[in-house]
């Protein structure tokens, strides 16, 4: 017996002899394709007599989901097998319709903007500071909420993304506290928080900061298969039903069970060695922090000697990722990402500009750690120290906003080369991924400045992409 229902009840199925005469049409017969047995298609099943239904659970993964909410605190949860996009695409169009007002935090995912278009809602953005050091998008700061609330009263939702994709927290409870004063629900963003709030080292954690809807990709952090996430709702602000029918929209109707199994693991695994796992990561990026004290040029937010204090419009940094500041080092980060690669084999997560980043996970272990610390120390060693700080492309501040998404989307529209397009209105999103927060959104006024701001972010080494493909030639604009 596993610690999961769904793989024990897999387990029985794929033995009992059971001829499948039904989906996938690979039948789980891994003689004529071997490469799936190495992929676990013994178990690749989707919605079978015996088993239950993702979109009407009453069964099995009712019980699964069940436990999820009791492990997270929340109301209700919800498998996703779609990644945190659908979950996101759901939230936001279960809680905002045609012409509602949402407040969005604009170093939103790309998601969150998709699902703005679909429903058609008017998105109201708040820019978060920047950290002028790093470059990066900082805390959401809850008095800049407070006052977008102020001036938008009967807006249906707040959405904001707490823990960035480089690991800044936001005072998601202060947050809440201003929303809910007004009966404003709160959707967090919290792809890659799952981990939050298992243990001291990681606190925090937006269900128990009491936002109403949650959304977690499991596969960022925690041991779930790729694309596996978990919704949570909580409180009565979030209409659950009308954010079942939007999954039923927004997901497939065959979910797979290979992966609502690793969710379900993932839950056994947290509640039976969860403590012990959570321990084992805080040693290893404890081990970590001790052994690239040394480091001399590249800086390491929350790790090592660098404190969080020097960054004053950061609220919070989740320790899981490590972000690694080139600034003072005689190479980019996208150079040491190449270095750590070809000379250690190392695979970081993203570089961009003098920033790089490495995301730890519940599986890491105290050697890899160790490793990785040797491998900056050794390349640390090799650097110069720069004479001058290097520049870092903050983002861009917010262009004006002339019309809707949507509307933007649909109108005629010409592609002009970029040095020609300042004045004219996009058509089009221009983004760079990872992190997938758009530079620019269609229906926004193309300043003066963002050919330059661009030219200087494919200079760092970021390519940035356009829905039309265009780039870095061309921007597509409204005739
Ligand atoms: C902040 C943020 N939200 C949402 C997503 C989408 O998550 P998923 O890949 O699980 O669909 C991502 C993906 O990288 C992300 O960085």
Redesign the pocket.
């Known amino acids: 017996m596993s610690d999961s229902d769904i793989l024990d009840l897999l387990e029985e199925y794929a033995s009992s002899g059971s001829l499948p005469m039904h989906m996938p049409g690979h039948k789980r017969n891994t003689a004529t394709a071997p490469y799936l047995g190495k992929l676990g298609a013994a178990f690749d099943i989707t919605e079978i007599e015996g088993f239950d239904n993702l979109h009407a659970p009453g069964g099995v993964l009712q019980k699964a989901m069940l436990r999820a909410s009791r492990l997270w605190g929340s109301g209700r949860s919800f498998f996703l097998v779609?990644?945190?996009?659908c979950g996101?695409l759901a939230a936001v169009c279960a809680l905002a319709k045609r012409g509602d007002r949402v407040i969005a935090a604009r170093n939103c995912?790309m998601?969150v903007y998709n699902a703005l278009e679909l429903c058609g809602a008017e998105p109201v953005f708040i820019v978060p500071p920047c950290d002028s050091e790093l470059g990066i998008y900082a805390s959401l700061r809850p008095e800049d909420v407070e006052e977008a609330l102020l001036h938008n009263p009967g807006a249906k939702l707040l959405v904001l993304?707490s823990p960035?994709?480089e690991g800044v927290i936001s005072d998601v409870g202060a947050i809440c506290r201003a929303a809910h004063s007004r009966g404003v629900p709160v959707l967090v963003?919290e792809?890659?928080g799952a981990h939050l709030g298992f243990s001291d080292y990681f606190p925090g954690g937006a269900v128990k900061a009491g936002a109403d809807i949650v959304i977690q990709?499991l596969?960022?952090t925690l041991p779930g298969l790729t694309?596996t996430?978990i919704a949570h709702l909580s409180g009565k602000l979030a209409d659950e039903g009308e954010f079942a029918r939007m999954l039923s929209v927004f997901e497939t109707s065959s979910p797979s069970y290979l992966l609502m199994s690793s969710i379900d693991g993932c839950v056994g695994l947290l509640e039976s060695e969860g403590e012990m796992l959570f321990q084992r990561w805080e040693k290893s990026l404890g081990l970590f922090g001790e052994r690239i004290g040394p480091l001399k040029h590249l800086k390491v937010l929350s790790h090592g000697g660098e404190a969080l204090s020097d960054h004053g419009n950061v609220f919070g940094f989740d320790r899981s990722k490590i972000l690694i500041s080139t600034q003072l080092a005689s190479l980019t980060g996208v150079e040491l990402m190449r270095l750590l690669r070809d000379e250690h084999r190392i695979e970081l997560e993203m570089s961009s500009g003098a920033l790089a980043l490495a995301m730890t996970g519940l599986g890491d272990t105290p050697e890899a750690l160790l490793r990785f610390a040797d491998a900056l120390l050794a390349l640390d060693g090799n650097c110069a120290p720069e004479k001058k700080s290097r520049s870092v492309p903050p983002p861009c501040a917010t262009p004006k906003r002339l019309c809707g998404i949507g509307d933007a989307l649909r109108s005629e529209k010409t592609v002009l080369p970029v040095k020609d397009a300042s004045g004219k209105i996009s058509a089009e999103y221009v983004w760079a991924y990872?992190?997938?927060v758009p530079l620019l959104i269609p229906g926004e006024e193309i300043g003066e400045d963002l050919a330059d701001a661009m030219q200087s972010i494919e200079e760092s080494g970021v390519r940035l992409k356009s829905t039309s493909g265009n780039l870095p030639s061309g921007l597509c604009v409204i005739n």
């Open positions: 779609n990644g945190s996009t996101i995912h998601s993304t960035t994709y963003d792809a890659h990709s596969h960022k694309q996430a990872p992190p997938g």
